[in-house]
């Protein structure tokens, strides 16, 4: 069973930057994916970054150059560098898992993830 535990969401202003870490624990399969999804209010989910085993990325096209995902095997950390933060960006981020590598396909569509962090809300104020 995988175990997802968000940290570092908070509200900044429009402009700002935070860093999201996500620690994993209880995975044993060497090759997998991980990454971020969003939900802002009455919005659908949707995938916004994702890392592979071999450390390919995938963002969705709003945050290309916006959002840096990163990772530390070492630590087991899933990490989301966030700049000039917008308030279309406030929602509730999910850090996510799947086995095998990444769906990217699936994961843009708001699925394709096996298991789930609780979440952990981003509020960006203008």
């Known amino acids: 069973q995988v175990q997802l535990v968000e940290s570092g969401g908070g509200s900044v202003q429009a402009g700002g930057s935070l860093r999201l870490s996500c620690s994993v624990s209880g995975s044993t399969y060497s090759n997998y994916c991980m990454g971020w999804f969003r939900q802002a209010p009455g919005k659908e989910r949707e995938g916004v970054a994702a890392?592979?085993?071999?450390?390919?990325?995938y963002y969705a096209d709003s945050v290309k150059g916006q959002f840096t995902i990163s990772q530390d095997k070492a630590e087991k950390t899933l990490y989301l560098q966030m700049h000039s933060l917008k308030p279309e960006d406030t929602a509730v981020y999910y850090c996510?898992?799947?086995?095998?590598?990444?769906?990217?396909?699936?994961?843009?569509?708001?699925?394709?993830?096996?298991?789930w962090g609780k979440g952990i809300q981003v509020t960006i104020s203008s």
């Open positions: 890392i592979d085993n071999n450390g390919n990325t």
């Open positions: 996510a898992w799947e086995k095998f590598g990444c769906s990217w396909y699936l994961w843009e569509q708001g699925d394709g993830a096996e298991y």
